[in-house]
């Protein structure tokens, strides 16, 4: 590919990612901050009076305007125009899956220049076979395993794993950038796969009258949760190599483990605020 159009489009699709991973980040992480105002509401509840209880609503203000939000568990009615939050996370996975491809596997970064462990094009199938088995062991997990506890832990000794073998078989660089894969790999299968598909049928059922499964909205909501102690270390991981003294430590595979950890850290702390 002539030099000057790859570097192009690595500039567009570099772009693409980083507005539409802040469009996706911002609405998730309004959305918990509104959901945590909302518990705040309800445990004040039971001890206002009805007064208090009818102004159980979150006011905004913002750009000179002010906006009410009220949630609804059981809506009596549904509005005809309903608002989804989806394509923010498939354009941000599809433009950093095409940039890592252009990079990573059209590019050189993805072994090391001198003497690497596996070839090429063993470490690009070793990349999507991680991606994969990835997604199918923390869906299997979180979805079977009911002390979330113990899944908590597995999860993060598998990212341990994960970071240990991909610091061992790719180069410094491409290892930190293919764990970052993996990680917002699980973030738009959980939007694509477990929390729009709930949100359909939820839609769906009150469209026909019918109560909607609040237990699916529950495993939903679970999704999302998770989605945002990911995505922290997730954007670590998409700006590491620009700083070596990460991916380039020989204790690379350690500092990485400990960064998903403060990012987990981090991401708990902001769910409170």
């Known amino acids: 590919m002539n030099a000057q159009l790859n570097e192009w489009l690595e500039l567009i699709l570099r772009w693409a990612h980083v507005f539409a991973g802040i469009l996706w980040v911002g609405a998730t992480f309004f959305f918990t901050w509104l959901d945590g105002r909302f518990a705040e509401l309800k445990e004040k509840a039971a001890s206002a009076s009805p007064d208090e209880q009818a102004g159980s609503q979150v006011w905004l203000v913002q750009s000179g305007g002010f906006y009410l939000v009220q949630k609804q568990t059981h809506p009596q009615?549904?509005?005809?125009?309903?608002?989804?939050?989806?394509?923010?996370?498939?354009?941000?996975?599809?433009t950093g899956i095409l940039l890592f491809g252009l990079m990573y596997y059209h590019g050189s970064y993805l072994v090391s220049f001198e003497e690497p462990p596996i070839s090429k094009g063993a470490a690009i199938g070793m990349s999507f076979g991680m991606m994969l088995t990835a997604w199918i062991i923390y869906d299997l997990l979180w979805k079977f395993l009911k002390v979330e506890a113990a899944a908590i832990v597995i999860s993060y000794l598998l990212v341990v794993l994960a970071a240990y073998v991909s610091c061992r078989y790719l180069s410094g660089r491409g290892a930190y950038l293919q764990v970052g894969a993996?990680?917002?790999?699980?973030?738009?299968?959980?939007?694509?796969?477990?929390?729009?598909?709930?949100?359909?049928?939820?839609?769906?059922?009150?469209?026909?009258?019918?109560?909607?499964?609040?237990?699916?909205?529950?495993?939903?909501?679970?999704?999302?949760?998770?989605?945002?102690?990911?995505?922290?270390?997730?954007?670590?991981?998409?700006?590491?190599?620009?700083?070596?003294?990460?991916?380039?430590?020989?204790?690379?595979?350690?500092?990485?483990?400990?960064?998903?950890?403060?990012?987990?850290?981090?991401?708990?702390?902001?769910?409170?605020?």
């Not at 009615?77 to 599809?94: C, D, G």
């Not at 729009?196 to 999704?223: C, F, I, N, T």
């Open 77 to 94: 009615r549904l509005s005809p125009v309903l608002h989804w939050f989806k394509w923010e996370a498939a354009i941000t996975w599809i």
């Open 182 to 273: 993996m990680l917002g790999t699980l973030m738009t299968a959980n939007v694509w796969m477990r929390i729009l598909p709930p949100q359909r049928r939820m839609v769906a059922a009150l469209k026909e009258g019918r109560p909607p499964d609040l237990a699916e909205g529950a495993r939903a909501k679970q999704r999302s949760k998770h989605n945002t102690f990911i995505v922290l270390p997730v954007v670590f991981l998409m700006i590491s190599n620009h700083y070596s003294g990460t991916y380039g430590s020989r204790y690379n595979w350690v500092i990485l483990s400990a960064v998903v950890l403060m990012g987990w850290a981090a991401a708990k702390v902001i769910r409170r605020a």
